[in-house]
């Protein structure tokens, strides 16, 4: 199963279980993110726990650490629902943990 398939699955399945239209235009932007750093077209059988740490590795470059947050859990909740749902034998994501927050207050 290609990784854009997987998303209008897990879309619907979302739809269904009553997600607001807010919600689910915050995922689609999540969605589009990834699909764009790891291609639409990839089978979501060779996304690995590597890949998607060279992901979040890369945005971590750029994105505050509350945004980050959210696409880490995005993430995680699509791969989730993939295994869950039988799409995927494994969980790529389960080890994907989000970073540790830094308070700049502590430096003294």
């Not at 239209?21 to 291609?39: D, H, S, V």
């Not at 470059?61 to 699509?78: A, M, T, Y």
């Not at 989730?80 to 540790?100: C, D, I």
Request: hydrophobic share 40%; charged share 25%.
């Amino acid at each position: 199963m290609i990784l854009n398939e997987l998303w209008r699955l897990y879309k619907t399945d979302k739809q269904i279980q009553g997600f607001s239209p807010n919600t689910l235009k915050a995922y689609a932007l999540q969605f589009k993110m990834l699909a764009i750093e790891l291609g639409g077209e990839i089978n979501v059988s060779e996304i690995t726990l590597s890949l998607l740490k060279g992901y979040i590795a890369k945005q971590s470059e750029r994105l505050k650490p509350s945004s980050l947050g959210h696409r880490i859990r995005f993430v995680r909740s699509l791969f989730r629902f993939a295994y869950e749902e039988t799409y995927l034998p494994y969980n790529p994501s389960l080890k994907l943990r989000n970073q540790k927050w830094k308070n700049e207050f502590l430096n003294f």
